[in-house]
Structures are given as structure tokens and as C-alpha cells.
T-cell receptor, first 116, second 115 residues
Framework: NAGVTQTPKFQVLKTGQSMTLQCAQD?????MSWYRQDPGMGLRLIHY???????DQGEVPNGYNVSRSTTEDFPLRLLSAAPSQTSVYFC???????????????FGQGTRLTVV | QQQVKQSPQSLIVQKGGIPIINCAYE??????FPWYQQFPGKGPALLIA?????SEKKEGRFTISFNKSAKQFSLHIMDSQPGDSATYFC??????????????FGSGTQLTVLP
């Protein structure tokens, strides 16, 4: 049981390049989400998905695309990388929340992206 | 606009001390308040969570105090140990469109516990 797996762990891109950050979970969680972590700003939600085929925007979606074709995978695509997208990216997954119960978000180990 | 404000940004205590991290929120739609712990090079992991109808919750050495009227909550770490050195994030959870929920994080507190 690997939990949430993110690849790659590190990446350097040139401005204007595109790439896909991979995220896979083996816990059969319905909810998956992407966050970016920047110094002094905590984690900010980029996009999230409540199930296969369903995605929605979070707080900072501009410049990123997502899709969810399977329960297990939730890739994040950078269409045309910009220096402002230099950050650490975290993928998370969780169960659909039950009534009155907080469902824990399980995070991957992160992808450190530098755009030059 | 930061919906969850966290302080202090960094905190240094001696082993055995009781570090306290404070958070405040504005949106009354939040209905769960978890704390996450993050070690260097790792993703955040859930430490403890509280509902707004509870004023205090303890799990081991970690205690959340919640003041609903003031819209504030805090994390206390009893008998802190060097192994507690990490970044701590408060967060607030709420329902969003449809059946979705959104987690909003504070800016984080870097805690160092000296031996």
C-alpha cells in the first residue's frame, strides 16, 4: 500500500515549456486535489476532483489543467510554464466525507518545480 | 485575502516547553479545523482535528483549544521533544459546490525544539 505517489520529485523547466506532474493513489479515494506550497503562504488549492470525470477549480487554477479519467490517477498539467509557477506541488487524496466526520487528506511527498 | 491567519511564523522552545500556535478564521462556513504536521522533504500529515461545537480536544501530547465566538483556535504541544521540530499548519474545512469540500490552510509555523 504505497498511499499517494507523486512523480517526478524534482523538475527544472524553461519558461514556456509544458509538463505533467503525475499523482496516483492506491487507497480507492474519491477525492483528489492539487496544492502548491510557497514560503509564507501555506498550501493553496489549485484544482480538485470528487470522482472520475469530475474536476473543479480551487483558489489558484490559472496556468494549470487537470483531468480525472480513473479513480487512481489525477495528473496536473502546466501548459506554458512561468517563473511564478516555481513552487512545491502536493497531491492529496481522501475519502468522501461522511456526515459529521472529518476525512483526513493524505498527501504525497511533493514535486519541487523550478521554472527558469 | 487569507481566510485562515496563523501565528507565529516561527517558534523556538526548549525541550519540555509548551509551544502554542494560534490561528484565526473569518468564514463561519468552516466546520472542521484540522492541524497538519510537515517534516522537511515530506508531505503534510494529519495531526489532530476538531469540530466547532467542541472547545478542546486532546490526543497524546497535542491539544487543540477552540473559541467559536472569537473564531480562533490554537495548538498546544505538551512536553515538547526535539522530534516535534517540524512545520505546523492549521487548516479549516468547509463544504463547497455539490458534495465537494475545500481545505484552506494557514501560512504555517516552523517549530524548533532545542535539546
Amino acid at each position: 500500500n504505497a498511499g499517494v505517489t507523486q512523480t517526478p520529485k524534482f523538475q527544472v523547466l524553461k519558461t514556456g515549456q509544458s509538463m505533467t506532474l503525475q499523482c496516483a493513489q492506491d487507497m480507492n479515494h474519491e477525492y483528489m486535489s492539487w496544492y502548491r506550497q510557497d514560503p509564507g503562504m501555506g498550501l493553496r488549492l489549485i484544482h480538485y476532483s470528487v470522482g472520475a470525470g469530475i474536476t473543479d477549480q480551487g483558489e489558484v487554477p490559472n496556468g494549470y489543467n487537470v483531468s480525472r479519467s480513473t479513480t487512481e490517477d489525477f495528473p496536473l498539467r502546466l501548459l506554458s510554464a512561468a517563473p511564478s509557477q516555481t513552487s512545491v506541488y502536493f497531491c492529496a487524496s481522501s475519502w468522501r466525507p461522511g456526515q459529521g466526520i472529518y476525512t483526513e487528506a493524505f498527501f504525497g511527498q511533493g514535486t519541487r518545480l523550478t521554472v527558469v | 485575502q487569507q481566510q485562515v491567519k496563523q501565528s507565529p511564523q516561527s517558534l523556538i522552545v526548549q525541550k519540555g516547553g509548551i509551544p502554542i500556535i494560534n490561528c484565526a478564521y473569518e468564514n463561519t462556513a468552516f466546520d472542521y479545523f484540522p492541524w497538519y504536521q510537515q517534516f522537511p522533504g515530506k508531505g503534510p500529515a494529519l495531526l489532530i482535528a476538531i469540530r466547532p461545537d467542541v472547545s478542546e480536544k486532546k490526543e497524546g501530547r497535542f491539544t487543540i483549544s477552540f473559541n467559536k465566538s472569537a473564531k480562533q483556535f490554537s495548538l498546544h504541544i505538551m512536553d515538547s521533544q526535539p522530534g516535534d521540530s517540524a512545520t505546523y499548519f492549521c487548516a479549516a474545512d468547509r463544504s463547497s459546490s455539490g458534495s465537494a469540500r475545500q481545505l484552506t490552510f494557514g501560512s504555517g509555523t516552523q517549530l524548533t525544539v532545542l535539546p
